[in-house]
């Protein structure tokens, strides 16, 4: 805590015995010193005070399934796991997000406008899934993402880049519009449509099949499809606040296949443009104090 100031005071010693006038000098040397030390203290400038100490972090964890196809284009249904993960300073309130939002951190905030690096989880294909055909292995996306609130906390538009980092898989943009409806404090409803576009290397590893690769399945054409949008589709979710640091959410996704991806026999032949997914995840907060 700083000292609003310090007096010093001299006291000078009275010898016994002294005249009146050495005392009355004496007094008055320790009255304008006195004096002269209280406005010195004053005018000195009070001691900085420390910094106030960080508010720290909230981390929130989630983990969960979700039921719908095995791989990209695929006509068979199974379940897989789901995690989730948000970080946000502590005296922020927590944002609002859809169900199939990328883990994402907000560096630039101006107004409605949002925006930050995001990162997502590719899935995988095996070679059982299609027989001679090449693997799809899991991968990560990062990039970066835009989101505009047209309406504060209700109504909002969002754009995903994202490259993966290994060297076929290739690079997807996705576009979403979202409104969120709150009911009361613990429920939440958000809806909205979506659209992806994917360049020439993610369709290729996607759904692409070589001339090499078509005579080992024996029954599916060689393909080679071009960039393009490779689906659109629609996205619903719904958020119950158990208490201040849990919450469960399910969710429905549907995308359709379009363009060249829909046209590729993977999926015309042995998948399915309808790609529709369910889930449920279960999260809960904590405070980092660093």
């Not at 009275?14 to 005392?23: E, F, Q, V, Y």
């Not at 990328?102 to 406008?113: A, H, K, N, Q, Y």
């Not at 504060?152 to 690079?171: I, K, M, P």
């Not at 619903?236 to 060249?260: E, H, M, W």
Request: glycine letters at 10%; proline letters at 6%; charged letters at 20%.
């Amino acid at each position: 805590m700083p000292d609003g100031g310090r007096i010093m005071t001299l006291i000078v010693d009275r010898a016994r015995g002294a005249s009146r006038l050495l005392k009355a000098l004496q007094l008055g040397l320790v009255v304008a010193f006195s004096s002269a030390t209280a406005s010195f203290a004053a005018d000195k400038p009070a001691p900085a005070t420390s910094a106030e100490p960080s508010p720290g972090w909230i981390v929130t964890l989630g983990v969960g399934t979700e039921y719908g196809p095995t791989f990209e284009g695929s006509g068979d249904d199974d379940f897989s796991f789901v995690p989730n993960f948000d970080i946000r300073r502590a005296n922020q309130p927590a944002g609002l997000s859809a169900p199939d939002d990328s883990i994402d951190f907000s560096l630039i905030e101006l107004g409605g406008l949002e925006i930050g690096p995001a990162a997502n989880i590719r899935g995988s294909r095996s070679h059982s899934d299609v027989h001679g055909v090449h693997e799809v292995d899991w991968s990560v996306d990062v990039g970066a993402f835009a989101q505009y609130w047209v309406i504060d906390n209700r109504l909002r538009v969002r754009a995903e880049a994202r490259q993966g980092v290994q060297s076929d898989d290739g690079f997807v943009a996705d576009f979403a519009v979202d409104w969120f409806q709150p009911f009361g404090d613990k429920f939440l409803l958000s809806a909205g449509p979506r659209a992806s576009f994917a360049d020439g290397t993610y369709m290729e590893n996607s759904f692409g099949i070589s001339p090499a690769e078509a005579l080992a399945n024996g029954s599916l054409s060689a393909f080679s499809p071009d960039a393009g949008f490779k689906s659109v589709g629609f996205v619903v979710g719904a958020t119950y606040q158990i208490n201040p640091k849990t919450s469960v959410l399910v969710y429905d996704k549907f995308d359709r296949l379009v363009g060249d991806a829909a046209d590729s026999p993977i999926v015309t032949d042995i998948g399915s443009p309808n790609q529709n997914t369910i889930g449920i995840v279960l999260s809960r907060s904590f405070h980092i104090g660093f």
